[in-house]
């Protein structure tokens, strides 16, 4: 599976922005991390790509401002971004698994397939 990130930028804080990632391949869940300067790569929002269930899930420093979505025949994940701030600011990777993730779902180790990420910066 490649995955190719898109729509990283600058943008002003409070403002928002929509980043994609699209897989070359059949996904069980796909994954948004970012990773500051200096620090570990976090996870974001992850959903699933397998059924038609969405099993959404978001870090806590993201929740009611992000939404992870998909459009699965476009086998596509966006990211939403709504009221940036300057410590959104980071490389935003792309991650997929072809395995369903039952737990850990923002787990970097979850994810097998990764793509080579898209700058955002927010000031």
């Known amino acids: 599976v490649q995955l190719v990130e898109s729509g990283g930028r600058s943008v002003q804080a409070g403002g928002a922005l929509t980043i994609s990632c699209a897989a070359s391949?059949?996904?069980?869940?796909m994954a948004w991390f970012r990773q500051a300067p200096g620090k570990e790569r976090e996870g974001v929002a992850s959903?699933?790509?397998?059924?038609?269930?969405?099993?959404?899930s978001y870090a806590d420093s993201v929740k009611d401002r992000f939404t992870i979505a998909r459009d699965l025949a476009k086998n596509t994940v966006y990211l939403l971004m709504n009221s940036l701030k300057p410590e959104d600011t980071g490389i935003y990777y792309c991650?997929?698994?072809?395995?369903?993730?039952?737990?850990?779902?923002?787990?970097?180790?979850?994810?097998?397939?990764w793509g080579q990420g898209t700058q955002v910066t927010v000031s």
């Open positions: 991650a997929a698994a072809t395995s369903p993730v039952s737990n850990q779902t923002l787990s970097p180790a979850a994810y097998p397939y």
């Open positions: 391949g059949a996904t069980r869940r």
């Open positions: 959903i699933v790509t397998g059924s038609l269930s969405l099993g959404r």
